[in-house]
């Protein structure tokens, strides 16, 4: 999340959703009663003399809405605000009956607010800018697999296909193959980002070095990953040990060490974990809950969404952690096969 402005003491954030997480940060900020300023459009009815009376001029305008209901749809990167609008840049915009703006990736917003809570704090300071990026590549002389890691949510970006046999001929260059993974990289990647390529052999090195230039950056990385390339490869490579060595300290290596625990638990039938939405909020309720993993796909399993964005408040509000698991994922399976929540507890819970 990009903020450009936040002073809580007058009661104003601005801010970018840059990612899928931030879209659930931003569930958990808006509440009804405050107000969410965004650019949209409106259909404006203009009483001119040649103008039709069922037809109207879609324009651009900024709206202030006044909250009453917000949802988030996880499954296609959205929140829906409906309430009721107290400002618009264009006079012509009916302030009558209810409206709703959408908010997804790449929109830009104020939230204003009578009263910042410190956790409303916390989670606007700990969003601030976006988690450690890995743009990663899983290559061998075939194809290549270009990857984007943003916290725990991954992204297949693309696959490229080499053109090339299975051994490397005098009369068929590598170079063309290099230059296209090389430039698809660059295109991706963002100052701050680590590249990390991975694959079979020694081909991955020449990748590499292509990569270098393009980004005329030293910092590319190559990782002993399994034989699989891809999309296949780049999922293999998030679990593998090269990798989380690398990535130690990430969202996306917490959450893999957490979601790993959690299932240690269950198995062995240690009372200090709690799974599914009615335990987890209990756990929530009482202050024992460590760190808490959710599904993205949590809705679609008929979770209720007031009571699940309470649950996480309160377990950070008394200073446990929340992750989000991607569940495309191994990890994020996993979750969602515990009824979409699952969270370690500091102390086993009486029955």
Not at 60 to 72: G, I, Q
Not at 219 to 244: C, E, H, N, W, Y
Not at 278 to 299: H, I, L, M, N
Not at 323 to 347: P, T, W
């Amino acid at each position: 999340m990009k903020v450009s402005d936040f002073n809580p003491k007058h009661g104003y954030c601005s801010l970018t959703i840059e990612s899928a997480e931030d879209l659930w940060t931003m569930r958990r900020l808006i509440a009804k009663g405050d107000v969410v300023v965004t650019r949209g459009s409106r259909v404006v009815k203009r009483e001119e003399e040649y103008s039709r009376p069922d037809k109207g001029e879609r324009v651009k305008v900024t709206l202030a809405l006044a909250v009453d209901e917000v949802h988030l749809d996880s499954s296609i990167e959205r929140i829906r605000v409906k309430g009721t609008i107290i400002e618009a840049s264009d006079e012509s915009v009916t302030k009558v009956g209810s409206h709703s703006v959408t908010l997804s990736p790449g929109h830009s917003m104020t939230l204003r607010k009578n009263h910042w809570s410190q956790l409303d704090i916390q989670l606007v300071r700990s969003s601030g800018p976006s988690y450690s990026r890995f743009v990663l590549v899983a290559v061998d002389r075939r194809e290549a697999g270009i990857g984007l890691l943003s916290g725990s949510h991954l992204s297949v970006v693309t696959t490229i296909e080499s053109g090339l046999g299975g051994k490397m001929g005098e009369e068929r260059s590598p170079r063309p193959y290099l230059s296209k993974v090389a430039e698809a990289v660059s295109q991706l990647s963002q100052h701050g980002d680590r590249v990390i390529v991975a694959g079979p052999g020694n081909f991955k090195n020449s990748v590499a070095n292509q990569i270098n230039e393009a980004l005329k950056s030293e910092d590319v990385r190559v990782v002993d990953g399994p034989d699989l390339t891809g999309g296949d490869g780049i999922r293999a490579m998030i679990k593998s040990p090269p990798f989380q060595a690398l990535a130690k300290g990430s969202v996306a290596v917490e959450m893999q060490q957490l979601v790993s625990e959690i299932v240690k638990r269950i198995s062995m039938g240690d009372p200090k974990v709690a799974y599914a939405l009615p335990r987890v909020a209990k756990a929530a309720a009482a202050g024992a809950v460590e760190a808490c993993a959710v599904s993205d796909d949590v809705f679609s399993l008929g979770v209720d969404e007031s009571q699940l964005v309470g649950a996480l408040n309160e377990i950070e509000a008394k200073g446990g952690k929340v992750f989000l698991a991607d569940s495309s994922m191994e990890f994020g399976k996993q979750v969602s096969s515990f009824g979409g929540i699952a969270a370690l507890l500091r102390y086993a819970l009486r029955a």
